[in-house]
């Protein structure tokens, strides 16, 4: 089935896609994202031969260019592939559960959490390693999220903008002791100016392995309050009269979001844009339906962060910049015209 | 009869070392910075270095009475005399841009030599130079400048002419030895600073390197920086490869990624002995670049024994 459903989303109507079609997209999707994993292995500061990349996966010898793909560019083709993945589907579950277009992870205390976490390992412990950093930035991420989360309870349960003043508030204020930290300390400074920048480069996939089973319980907890947040989009009353568990519909989002957020924080360091656009992109494809919103989310976010880190790597050769610039690039434009087209992207 | 001869010279040579200070004190002369030509005291005894200057006057045997904060890796390489000295100094901060210039004051400097930005510099003119005559040491400039601008601004000529001395001796020594080893091997240096980010390094990217290239002791390639890992396997078409390594002769921690790659591992270079690790100061002066040169004579030596 093809044709179009109607719905009403605030003044005017709209047109969404069927199941169908959606469906097709989805596949679509799939289709752009095993290009761009194929481009991001063959593509790089390097020129090597298609056929010494096939080389490098199926026939492994000892040759030098070999090295080059399966050391470097395979694991960060992964990383981008995962990291994108993360940031995309959290992007669409705080968007649904703050029922704010304009919310990305880092309005939790995600980013804020992650990078004190890792001034503290710098500055103060020493750490100077990325394996060492990325614990400390998931937990630091984590920690944060929990305490946004106590802050912003209050006795009528969660409300989405005291979470979300509970996040700016405590961002803000480990913003201030982060900056004070790297202010004394050069070395926090200079190790923070890099991880900053956001990054899928020269992370091992010895270090990427340990998050995916967080990823995996994110991605279950996410697809589980799909349903829920559905209804919650109408209004907590209409919610409550569906029958939806308001607290557990919020916890479990939450600590969904945190996960991948969190995780992806740690192993790239922050990317931004990503986890705010991209879900925009999939409400307007597939109109207000979080599972395939979440679905089209987990897609569409590592085609735009491989496509980005393919041209980082050859914007500027033989140097590359940073994935998290080159979202950055792209990522304000869009942004610019998800303001001017608030009512196609609405909640 | 002797005795007394001996006496008299000494109290008359003496006298004279007392008048030549005393000559001296109150006099100045001017000398060439990036901020112009400043008035300085011929003979400085209380000196103030901030920034990149700190490390270079050590390295004059200059003891100062203020400091900045150094690098925990240059304060490591420091040798116990100069430690001595940078511990005895007064620290009045992070770097020259950004310290306590009250507490500067308070030391009452003769003269305060800051190696900073320009744009840093701007900012501090009116501030240092109400405090003792400032000798800006920009970074725009050529080191050999900042270096004799520095020497001539704390009177540490002598140890500044030995140290170049030793220096242009190096190079010339280097140019006659190897000339002709170096215009027939292509010589490439992998470098990483310790705030690289993970997965790349920098090729030919050092100050040592630069500096070598300038002096057209090496005819580096261009240098090319923060590039990824996947461009160890471009060191292949080298004949010697240099990489930092510390005072004691081990590879830099920063570099230390890179020779654990299978890339680096599976070199021609690597596999036949051509690659080297040369200590590269972490100031510029003819004393630090004297001792780089030693070590990239030690380099080349090997190459032309294996040749």
Known sequence: MTALVLRHDGPGTVTVPGPRRRLIGLVV?????????????????????????????????????????????????VVGLVVGAALGLSGALIQALTRNPLADPGILGVHA?????????????????????????????????ITVLGLGSTRRGQSPVVLVLAGVCVGAVLGGAREALQLTDPDAFDALRSWNAGS?????????????????????LAFAVSGPLNAMA???ELALAQGVRLVRTRVFAIVALTLLAGGATAIAGPIGFVGLMIPHVARWIVGPHQRWIFAYSVLLAPILLLASDILGRVVMHPSEIPVGVVTAFVGAPVLIVLVRRTKASGL | MAAVLLNAALVLTACGSDGDKADQAGKTHGVEADNGTVEVPVDPQRVAVLGNAVLPYLDLGGEPIAVTDLDGGALADLPPDQRAAYDAA???????????????????????VIAAPESDYEKLDDKLTSIAPAVHLGFDSDWKFRATALAEATNEMDAFDEQKASYDDLVTEIRQEYGDT?????????????????????????LCAEVV???????????????????????????????PAGIDGEPSAAIAPVLETNAWKALPTVRSGHVQGIYCPWGRSFGFMAQYLEGLERALATLETQQ
Do not use: C
């Open chain 1, 234 to 236: 109408l209004g907590d």
């Open chain 1, 200 to 220: 899928v480069v020269g992370r091992p996939l010895d270090l990427v392995w340990p998050i995916l089973p967080f990823f995996a319980v994110a991605l279950v």
């Open chain 2, 213 to 243: 290239r300038d002096e057209g002791i090496i005819d580096f390639a261009p240098a090319e920086f923060s590039v990824s890992f996947e461009q160890i396997g471009s060191l292949a078409e080298s004949d010697l490869v240099l990489y």
């Open chain 1, 113 to 145: 959490g992650a990078s004190f976490a890792v001034t503290v390992a710098v500055g103060v412990l020493g750490v100077r390693d990325i394996g060492g950093y990325m614990w400390f930035a998931f937990a630091g991420a984590l920690v944060v999220t």
């Open chain 1, 29 to 77: 999707a799939l289709a752009a994202l095993l290009v761009l994993l194929a481009l991001s292995v063959m593509i790089g500061s390097t020129a090597i031969a298609p056929s010494v990349v096939w080389d490098a996966l199926f026939h492994p010898s000892d040759d030098i260019d070999q090295f080059a793909i399966r050391d470097y560019r395979l694991p960060r083709t």
């Open chain 2, 182 to 206: 170096m215009r027939s091997a292509k010589i490439t240096e992998a470098y990483r600073w310790d705030t690289e980010d993970a997965g790349k390094f920098s090729i030919n990217g050092s």
């Open chain 2, 90 to 112: 007064t620290n009045v901060g992070v770097n020259g841009g950004e310290a306590d210039y009250e507490k500067l004051a308070t030391l009452k400097p003769d003269v305060i």
